[in-house]
């Protein structure tokens, strides 16, 4: 078993992808709901402070990050798929205005919401899907 230091904190890694594996199963389950990342870290058992070292370290992202990132691909998937409005998306995802979305989204996707939605094409490869960690995905890749 391998054991992690971070900060002067021993965790076996086993533990800690444990803890980030369920933590990003709740976080996707709530999207749609408010999400601060002390909120979130309370429910790991950590402090903010650690668990967002913790998560950086297993999953090569920011925890804040990894939430944003998803709920702007929910987003987006929306905008496509749906006819709600650009303030519907933009509030059922948590943003506290469609000024802010529309700020969030074109830094991600490069373009506003409404164009998004217009275009024709869809181009994937800004999506995040959601996190896996090394050993889920190799246990969903065998066939």
Partial sequence: MLNLVIRGHMITKTYADSVVKDIVQWVENSLTSTLLVEEIAEK??????????????ATGIALGEYVRARRLTCAAVELKLTTKTVLEIALHYGFESQQTFTRSFKNKF???PGRYRKQIAWDLSALSPPLLLEHEENITNVN
């Fill in 44 to 57: 790991s058992g950590y402090s903010r402070w650690h668990f967002q070292r913790i998560f950086k370290h």
């Fill in 110 to 112: 490069h373009l506003p």
